[in-house]
């Protein structure tokens, strides 16, 4: 039986982890709508449907079938729901809220999982009036290291987090919703106090471009065979821990400055190390360091470095979601946060002006602040009219201003 209130549910987006939400919610008795308005994604999964559907293998032996009852490329068609749930990269998030926010009806729940940095700012600015009548609901991390074996048809999931950090605006609806993503995707979410925990804890923005800094900072051209491909969390060193700790230490230091500031608690926006042991409790072999919790995590092992394939061997992917999403959506957020409160991210803006002259951006100007022509691309609080500290947490805890 669907969990009440959220009988209906439209999963946006049809890559890997659609895959796995499809059999789950359809396992728990909800109605699932797939909006895949993506090239021919819609097509294909009808065909796979006709075809005996789609399965889940679990990394315990577990199968699940399951498909969805309507695959549509119709936003009217998709808005049509209790919970509206978007588990697509975060440059996505925008089209699609755009085509689904004129349909949408009152008291929707619109999230997106992983939210990564600035969803509930783009969803509210998405869907301006009515905005207010929807929960909008941010979750941490994809809770599922997962990937398609046959599209439409059998997705991988290879591994499980622990617990999911969920919060919502207005905050008062994250328990519930907690409660439902819980029982619904079989993973623990718990609810955190407000969004902007999830924005600013955002910890992919510390650790996909803190590493690919951390390695890539001495990478002078070479061709790697299969085998040199360095591994990418069980690879980290002391030199590139530190660029993790600064990242992260910047970050917690503005969201205590704002917590002492204002009354918003941000106590749950972590340093990276108390984010690893949490998230990956049962994993870690040896958390006496930052680098040996990174290179005795079980779920990190034999990870490595995102590559392209060249006709010699591999060479570093510049164009890897760990730069082309954890900046934009992650790392450029906390340092638009920073501005409205003046403090220093020496660390921050070092990384992101190596990593953003390696994807042809630019972000910063020579002196660190937020300016340059890609700027526009960035979600920032600023992009949605929110440009100081008292509006970005009022918002962030359901007032409007
Ligand atoms: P994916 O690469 O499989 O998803 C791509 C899908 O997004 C496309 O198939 C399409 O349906 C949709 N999409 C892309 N551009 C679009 C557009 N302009 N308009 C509408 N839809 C569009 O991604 P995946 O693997 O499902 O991951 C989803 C999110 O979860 C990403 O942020 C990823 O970084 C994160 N994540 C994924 C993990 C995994 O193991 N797959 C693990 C941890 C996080």
Redesign the pocket.
């Known amino acids: 039986m669907a969990t009440t209130g959220f009988a209906r549910i439209t999963v946006?987006?049809?890559?890997?982890?659609?895959h796995v939400v499809i059999p789950l919610l359809v396992n728990r008795g909800c109605r699932v709508t797939l909006y895949?308005?993506?090239a021919d994604?819609a097509e294909r999964f009808r065909e796979a449907a006709a075809g005996g559907g789609l399965e889940a293998l679990f990394f315990n032996g577990r199968v699940l079938r399951g498909s969805p009852h309507l695959v549509t490329t119709d936003p009217a068609e998709a808005a049509e729901a209790d919970l509206i749930l978007m588990?697509?990269?975060?440059?996505?998030h925008g089209?699609?809220l755009k085509a689904l926010s004129p349909h949408l009806p009152a008291g929707t729940a619109v999230g997106a999982i992983?939210s990564?940095s600035g969803f509930e700012f783009q969803a509210l600015h998405a869907i301006p009036e009515r905005g207010k009548k929807q929960i909008i609901f941010c979750g941490q991390?994809?809770p599922?290291?997962?990937?398609?074996e046959s599209y439409g048809r059998k997705v991988r999931v290879l591994g499980t987090k622990e617990s999911v950090g969920l919060a919502a605006i207005p905050p008062e609806s994250a328990p519930a919703l907690a409660d439902f993503l819980s029982k619904a995707l079989e993973v623990n979410f718990y609810a955190l106090p407000n969004s902007l925990t999830v924005s600013l804890g955002n910890i992919g923005q510390v650790i996909h471009p803190g590493i690919m800094y951390g390695v890539l900072k001495h990478y002078r051209g070479e061709v790697w065979s299969e085998a040199e491909i360095p591994l990418f969390y069980q690879g980290v060193t002391e030199e590139t821990a530190r660029v993790l700790e600064d990242l992260s230490s910047e970050i917690v230091r503005m969201a205590a400055r704002l917590a002492r500031e204002f009354p918003v608690d941000l106590e749950q926006v972590l340093t990276v190390g108390q984010w690893l042991v949490r998230a990956y409790a049962r994993h870690i072999e040896d958390r006496s360091t930052l680098v040996r919790a990174f290179r005795t995590n079980r779920s990190y092992s034999g990870l490595k470095l995102p590559v392209k394939k060249t006709t010699d061997g591999y060479i570093p992917d510049f164009e890897s979601?760990y730069l082309t999403?954890d900046i934009p959506f992650g790392l450029l957020f906390s340092r638009a946060v920073a501005e409205m409160i003046d403090s220093p991210t020496p660390r921050i803006n070092e990384v992101i002006t190596a990593c953003s002259g390696w994807i042809n951006k630019h972000y910063l100007d020579q002196r660190g602040k937020l300016a340059g022509p890609d700027l526009k691309e960035a979600r920032i609080p600023q992009h949605y009219g929110i440009n100081d500290a008292l509006r970005l947490i009022t918002v962030s805890l359901g007032g409007y201003g």
């Open positions: 946006c987006g049809g890559g890997n982890a659609a895949a308005p993506f994604e588990v697509v990269p975060a440059f996505a089209p699609l992983p990564r991390t994809l599922w290291a997962c990937r398609i979601r999403e």
